[in-house]
């Protein structure tokens, strides 16, 4: 246990009621409470729709297979993110085109992206990293250009926004994160957004073991082969009391992270990731990068704060190195960089004025 957290799940007393609520009702599996959370995240978002999920991994599969992404085809992820966004590509069968990332926002370098392009291309899983939006004018160019789909790994960039758009209002599919680390989370939980009926239809579907639209069993018309991946009422109540306090929450990180910005910049050995120009940052992570990462992470959770990397570089790992169905384009410079220099302090619902100046102390005197 450290004295100061990387993140706090915000538990209030009224979810726990709605958490009862449900028990008491007996109906545990996905249901109505489900339906209500992916309306609040779809209002939320300004997509048409949104379906609840096991997680962000199983939602950004059922993306690829809801556009029909398979063996023969190219996905393009970038190199710096998480392991889930470049393993559901060969999960459907396809071949995970893995680029390199801008050194300063760690986000997929547009420039890289194009290069990698072939003729077996379908779509690019852009990743919307610790909640610093896309730059979507760039990206719909490339979309339009090379008719390709947007799936986005939005795990990390609920409430994020570009040019006044939700995220989850602009790439074809967005896929979010419920996971603990996020700010609403479910346990464990993703939701997928997208303005497209037939593909929301297709992996409410899919979802379902592949249940047709008729909605009583004996009524129930299988009409594909499909899964579960059902978010079940209990876990959506928890992720809906959350929803409630949507606004507070992310007002209250925007504004540690603030607090975070104005008194680091320009510190001796410390540099600022740069947020994508015209977007709004949701800060899920709060990064910075520094010098000896790996020896100011020790020190400082020696000293009681808990730090953490920022995320991996999937070039480095033997599941996507020595991987046939996997290619790894270019020197991928700006990803090392993130890799070796990304550090992720704490940042929480409650986090008061002194846990945060300790944060800012101890990183001072660290370095
Ligand atoms: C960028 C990114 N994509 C995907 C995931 C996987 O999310 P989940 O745990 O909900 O499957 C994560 C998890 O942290 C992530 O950071």
Known sequence: MYEIPLIKPVITDALKERVTQVLDSGYLTEGPVTREF????????GAARCLA??????????????????????VIV???????????????????????????????????????VTERTRAVIPVSLFGNP?????????????????????????????????????????????????????????TVTTNNTE???????????GMGAATSRAGSQFSRIGTN??????????????????????AERRRLADVYREKLDGADGISLPAITPDGEHSW?????????????????????????IGTFSLHMHE?????????????????????????ALPLYHGMTEAEQDKVLETLKKVL
């Not at 790994?153 to 994160?177: E, K, N, Q, Y």
């Not at 059902?230 to 992310?250: R, T």
């Not at 990803?335 to 550090?343: F, K």
Request: aromatic letters at 8%; proline letters at 3%; glycine letters at 8%.
């Open 38 to 45: 992916e309306q609040r995240i779809a209002g939320f978002c």
């Open 53 to 74: 999920v096991t997680s962000c991994t199983t939602g950004l599969e059922l993306a690829l297979r809801a556009l029909g992404i398979g063996p023969g085809h190219e």
């Open 78 to 116: 970038p190199d710096y993110t998480y392991p889930a966004t470049a393993s559901v590509v060969n999960i459907v069968g396809a071949t995970a085109v893995i680029v390199d990332v801008d050194p300063d926002t760690m986000l997929m370098d547009s420039d890289a992206l194009e290069a990698a």
């Open 134 to 190: 896309l730059d979507w004018k760039r990206l719909n160019e490339i979309r339009q250009r090379h008719g390709l789909y947007m799936v986005e790994d939005a795990a990390c960039a609920l409430g994020s926004s570009f040019d006044g758009i939700m995220t989850g209002a602009l790439a074809d599919i967005s896929v979010f994160s419920h996971h603990p680390r996020k700010f609403i989370t479910t346990g464990e939980g993703g």
């Open 199 to 209: 593909w929301a239809e297709w992996m409410h579907s899919y979802k379902h073991f």
């Open 229 to 250: 991946y059902k978010m079940s009422n209990l876990l959506a109540a928890v992720g809906l009391e959350q929803m409630g306090m949507v606004n507070d929450l992310l």
């Open 284 to 308: 899920q992570t709060f990064c910075v990068f520094v010098p000896e990462r790996d020896r100011v992470m020790a020190d400082m959770r020696a000293a009681g704060i808990e730090v953490q």
């Open 319 to 343: 599941a996507f190195a020595d991987n046939p169905l996997c290619r790894i384009e270019g020197d991928m410079s700006g990803s090392i960089r993130a890799y070796n220099e990304a550090l």
